[in-house]
């Protein structure tokens, strides 16, 4: 009897504890809208640009409602929504309200993401990933992407290495105008000693020459020879 309690309680407590794991790695919020960990895109214009947006929740969804909306300066602007029924089943009723624009994902893969084609500078700005399940009593949850368009892309790297060649390169000309300097320098002392050197043996023989012809004083002879 004993044996079989104990073989009873312990799923229970097994339960307990799962329940409690679910609980804490759920948190408060059964559903989260995600837009990736670098939620931002620099996108030339004239390009077509995903806009990728994912949900997840513990609890499961029904009625999941979600939408896209663009900040057109303050004003949240609506770009396409949609409610997808329960968990791995395709949206019913997309809407479309803008051009150029297309629903993309899959409640397959609780992917609701959208693409931008042929991106003008005017659709550069604040995209929010909106989604509502009504399991949670209408509690929103949002997700923001952020498209930036520019005329021509700038490749980061590329300017840092140009920093960098540019510093390399001119390190190395000032090095060879440092050197250049220093040979010249070098060579005009050169000449200039070479000039003094000249000087110095030319005055030099001369002061031999006349030190020697001042020490060949015939008066220190004279007495010799008396
Ligand atoms: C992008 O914008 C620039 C400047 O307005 C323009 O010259 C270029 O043709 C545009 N490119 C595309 C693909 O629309
Ligand atoms: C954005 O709103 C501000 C203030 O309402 C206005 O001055 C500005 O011109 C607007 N910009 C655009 C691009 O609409
Ligand atoms: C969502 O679907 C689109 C289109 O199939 C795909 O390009 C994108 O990679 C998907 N995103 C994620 C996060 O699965
Ligand atoms: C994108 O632009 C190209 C060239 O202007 C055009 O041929 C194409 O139909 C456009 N696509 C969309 C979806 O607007
Ligand atoms: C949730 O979103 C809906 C629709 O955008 C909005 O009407 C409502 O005020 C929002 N509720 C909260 C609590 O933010």
Known sequence: ???????????????????????????????????????????????????????ASCIGITNLYFKWEFNDNGTMVKIMDSTIPTDFTEPSNVGVYRDRVEFVGSGKTNN???????????????????GKNPKEKGRNHSA?????????????????????????????ALLMIFMLLKNF???????IEEKNKECLVSSGIDNTENGLSGSKSTPKATPKKA
């Open 1 to 55: 009897m004993e044996t079989h309690r104990g073989r009873k309680f312990l799923p229970d407590r097994r339960y307990t504890c799962l329940t409690l794991i679910v609980i804490s790695i759920c948190g408060i919020e059964a559903l989260e809208m995600n837009t990736g960990k670098i939620p931002f895109l620099e996108a030339v214009n004239g390009s077509d640009v995903l806009l990728p947006c994912t949900y």
């Open 112 to 130: 609701v993401s959208i693409i931008i084609w042929n991106v003008t500078f005017e659709d550069a700005g604040e995209y929010t990933c909106f």
């Open 144 to 172: 923001i992407f952020t498209l930036y368009v520019v005329d021509e892309l700038r490749v980061v790297d590329n300017t840092l290495t140009v920093i960098i060649v540019s510093c390399v390169g001119g390190g190395i």
């Open 185 to 191: 320098t070098l060579f005009v002392l050169a000449k």
